[in-house]
């Protein structure tokens, strides 16, 4: 069965930091492209990151720089590193993958950025 299972959310203050961590269950992540999208209040989901199969990272403009994508294989988990982050980074957090040509998205894990 495939699970996409995200955590690592929270409350953080402007320029914190936090490490979203996405486990995956039926599937091993570094065959397929992984993605983090993000959906803030009143607003559409938003691509934030991706890492593909083949090890590539893409960004959207609003977190490069600040923002990393990565893989641990041994673990079979997908990682968000989050610096600098912002109150306008305040959102939903989703781990994404086509597997088995379904889109399959977790739970989402909230992360607030705010003094």
């Known amino acids: 069965q495939v699970r996409l299972v995200e955590s690592g959310g929270g409350l953080v203050q402007p320029g914190g930091s936090l490490r979203l961590s996405c486990a995956a269950s039926g599937f091993v992540v570094s065959s397929y492209n992984m993605n983090w999208y993000r959906q803030a209040p009143g607003k559409g989901r938003e691509l934030v990151a991706t890492?593909?199969?083949?090890?590539?990272?893409n960004y959207a403009d609003s977190v490069k720089g600040r923002f990393t994508i990565s893989r641990d294989n041994t673990k079979n988990t997908v990682y968000l590193q989050m610096n600098s982050l912002k109150p306008e980074d305040t959102a939903v957090y989703y781990c994404?993958?086509?597997?088995?040509?379904?889109?399959?998205w977790g739970q989402g894990t909230q992360v607030t950025v705010s003094s």
């Open positions: 994404n993958a086509r597997v088995f040509t379904s889109n399959r």
């Open positions: 890492i593909t199969n083949g090890g590539s990272t």
